[in-house]
T-cell receptor
Framework: AQSVTQLDSQVPVFEEAPVELRCNYS??????LFWYVQYPNQGLQLLLK??????LVKGINGFEAEFNKSQTSFHLRKPSVHISDTAEYFC???????????FGTGTRLQVFP | DGGITQSPKYLFRKEGQNVTLSCEQN?????MYWYRQDPGQGLRLIYY???????QKGDIAEGYSVSREKKESFPLTVTSAQKNPTAFYLC?????????FGPGTRLTVT
């Protein structure tokens, strides 16, 4: 079985500050890793994904994430956030042997001026 | 423009009524999914379909039903047996690795 833990339900940060949203997972099989963003009352949009290869993955809107296999983590980072980054962020894993995704419970990023 | 459409965006129903949520995609994807989203609980899988005329239950299928008669369409019916139907419902389809989401339907049952 697989599970995803997003350690922080809310992360407040000031504009132009760096941010890290944490994601840890548990799986008995190899997985693909994803981060999605959701703006209020909208669907989810893919920020970035790790399939294989380089463990540092760059995504849209200046976000990046690093896959750490030994720590089973896939933390999301941005060096300088904007007000427009205020949203909910979901980490998800996709086991190799299934078409399903398992989602974390989400982290609400609140950027203050 | 390729994508997933869900209609309507907001839906209101009285308790005891069945209601059907629409999901259409023009991405030519085989696999489609329905999720339910409640505050603080992330996304929970209701049903998914990997091919036309076939579908499987997800983690919270009780009180829901689906059909997959066409590749492009995967409607979800919320039946009166669903005890707590008020939620935000998201439809998705899957390419080789990632899922693409529609804009969602917010269902309120009173």
């Amino acid at each position: 079985a697989q599970s995803v833990t997003q350690l922080d339900s809310q992360v407040p940060v000031f504009e132009e500050a760096p941010v890290e949203l944490r994601c840890n997972y548990s799986s008995s099989v190899s997985v693909y890793l994803f981060w999605y963003v959701q703006y209020p009352n909208q669907g989810l949009q893919l920020l970035l994904k790790y399939l294989s290869g380089s463990t540092l993955v760059k995504g849209i809107n200046g976000f990046e994430a690093e896959f750490n296999k030994s720590q089973t983590s896939f933390h999301l980072r941005k060096p300088s956030v904007h007000i427009s980054d205020t949203a909910e962020y979901f980490c998800a894993v996709g086991p190799y042997n299934t078409d399903k995704l398992i989602f974390g419970t989400g982290t609400r990023l609140q950027v203050f001026p | 423009d390729g994508g997933i459409t869900q209609s309507p965006k907001y839906l209101f129903r009285k308790e005891g009524q069945n209601v059907t949520l629409s999901c259409e995609q023009n991405l030519n994807h085989d696999a489609m999914y329905w999720y339910r989203q409640d505050p603080g609980q992330g996304l929970r899988l209701i049903y998914y379909s990997q091919i036309v005329n076939d579908f499987q239950k997800g983690d919270i299928a009780e009180g829901y039903s689906v059909s997959r008669e066409k590749k492009e369409s995967f409607p979800l019916t919320v039946t009166s047996a669903q005890k707590n139907p008020t939620a935000f419902y998201l439809c998705a389809s899957k390419s080789a690795y990632e899922q693409y989401f529609g804009p969602g339907t917010r269902l309120t049952v009173t």
